[in-house]
């Protein structure tokens, strides 16, 4: 069984930058993404990154400031985020879709099977 392990988060001041990393037990993915939740609030998604093509896509909240990526081993996924802001705070979730999901696009939560534990981001004016 796949599993997913996150790390890279933090607390910085508004502008600053983090580095979030998530590693997979083995590569069995199409696509990898990073979701992030605050409480009470629905998961949304930030940034995937699918096989092939090395296609990406960004929510538009973070297009610009973001950048995810992968080893190439494609065992390990990257979230670089720069010019953070105080809303970008929330826990941070990387997720696999382990091949499947393909009606769902890569931004959509469902098409994501496996998830990690999350990873505190926080960001303070």
């Known amino acids: 069984q796949v599993q997913l392990t996150e790390s890279g988060g933090g607390s910085v001041q508004a502008g600053g930058s983090l580095r979030l990393s998530c590693t997979a037990s083995?590569?069995?993915?199409?696509?990898m993404a990073w979701f992030r939740q605050t409480p009470g609030k629905e998961r949304q998604a930030v940034a995937a990154?699918?096989?092939?093509?090395?296609?990406?896509v960004y929510a538009n909240s973070v297009k610009g400031r973001f950048t995810i990526s992968q080893d190439n081993a494609k065992t390990t996924t990257y979230l670089l985020m720069n010019n953070l802001k105080p809303e970008d705070s929330a826990m941070y979730y990387c997720a696999a879709d382990l091949g499947g999901g393909r009606s769902h696009s890569a931004l959509e939560s469902k098409r994501y099977k496996r998830w990690g534990q999350g990873t505190q981001v926080t960001v303070s004016s």
């Open positions: 083995d590569y069995s993915s199409y696509c």
């Open positions: 990154i699918c096989s092939g093509l090395g296609r990406t």
